[in-house]
């Protein structure tokens, strides 16, 4: 894609770069499709808290020019880790295929739950988790013991893998829906059940102290 991408901020800092802090300037940060040595390709792309995947310079963010295509989406996430390539650290992800480094940076979490399906396996249903709006293909277990809602900003997190921070957020609407299960000890506190299959499940939350580094602390 030609042209050079651009990010507007009002506090941007960064030791690597080569350019000071500028509120409220807007600053040159990459060109898509760039080639910083030979044979290699960049990209840049953003999560939103929906789960939709865009090129980070895509100027209308919506579900119309979000990424779709399933088999990209299973391609794209099976390989995002952290980015320890020191190249863009506003990008902490990347997602590397063959020749290209795809960087991502995302709104909260690079991994956004946005469904809750059952599975039928070996005669038994399995409850799954879908993430990236990439369906079966993109899932895993669910364990309602371990959803967590952040007592400062009422997002809801279920458990991921280690090579994306351990944790992911789950999308707004399927977190309303979950919520209704939360059981509450008091109006100022997070819920400390859940119920599920008409049991009464204690929250477990042991899991989200490696991880809350990870996510969004407040609302911007």
Same mark, same amino acid.
């Given at each position: 894609?030609?042209?050079?991408?651009?990010?507007?901020?009002?506090?941007?800092?960064?030791? &690597?770069?080569?350019?000071?802090?500028?509120?409220?300037?807007?600053?040159?940060?990459?060109?898509?499709?760039?080639?910083?040595?030979?044979?290699?390709?960049?990209?840049?792309?953003?999560?939103?808290?929906?789960?939709?995947?865009?090129?980070?310079?895509?100027?209308?963010? &919506?579900?119309?020019?979000?990424?779709?295509?399933?088999?990209?989406?299973?391609?794209?996430?099976?390989?995002?880790?952290?980015?320890?390539?020191?190249?863009?650290?506003?990008?902490?992800?990347?997602?590397?295929?063959?020749?290209?480094?795809?960087?991502?940076?995302?709104?909260?979490?690079?991994?956004?739950?946005?469904?809750?399906?059952?599975?039928?396996?070996?005669?038994?249903?399995? #409850?799954?988790?879908?993430?990236?709006?990439?369906?079966?293909?993109?899932?895993?277990?669910?364990?309602?013991?371990?959803?967590?809602?952040?007592?400062?900003?009422?997002?809801?997190?279920?458990?991921?893998?280690?090579?994306?921070?351990?944790?992911?957020?789950?999308?707004?609407?399927?977190?309303?829906?979950?919520?209704?299960?939360?059981?509450?000890?008091?109006?100022?506190?997070?819920?400390?059940?859940? #119920?599920?299959?008409?049991?009464?499940?204690?929250?477990?939350?042991?899991?989200?102290?490696?991880?809350?580094?990870?996510?969004?602390?407040?609302?911007?």
């Amino acid at each position: 894609m030609a042209g050079i991408a651009v990010i507007h901020t009002k506090n941007l800092v960064s030791k &690597n770069w080569k350019f000071n802090w500028m509120p409220r300037r807007t600053v040159a940060l990459y060109t898509q499709g760039q080639s910083p040595e030979p044979r290699i390709r960049e990209y840049f792309y953003y999560i939103d808290h929906e789960g939709m995947l865009f090129l980070d310079d895509a100027k209308m963010k &919506n579900f119309t020019s979000c990424f779709k295509e399933k088999k990209f989406l299973k391609f794209f996430f099976s390989r995002l880790r952290f980015n320890e390539t020191q190249r863009y650290e506003m990008f902490p992800y990347l997602s590397p295929c063959g020749r290209e480094r795809n960087y991502i940076r995302c709104d909260d979490t690079p991994i956004v739950f946005t469904e809750h399906l059952k599975k039928d396996a070996d005669g038994r249903t399995d #409850h799954i988790l879908t993430y990236a709006h990439g369906g079966p293909d993109l899932s895993i277990p669910f364990q309602p013991h371990k959803l967590y809602m952040h007592p400062q900003t009422g997002r809801v997190y279920h458990p991921a893998w280690p090579q994306v921070g351990g944790i992911g957020l789950v999308r707004s609407k399927l977190a309303i829906e979950l919520s209704q299960r939360f059981v509450f000890s008091s109006d100022d506190k997070p819920p400390t059940h859940f #119920h599920w299959d008409d049991t009464e499940l204690e929250l477990e939350h042991e899991w989200i102290k490696n991880c809350e580094k990870f996510i969004k602390k407040s609302e911007s």
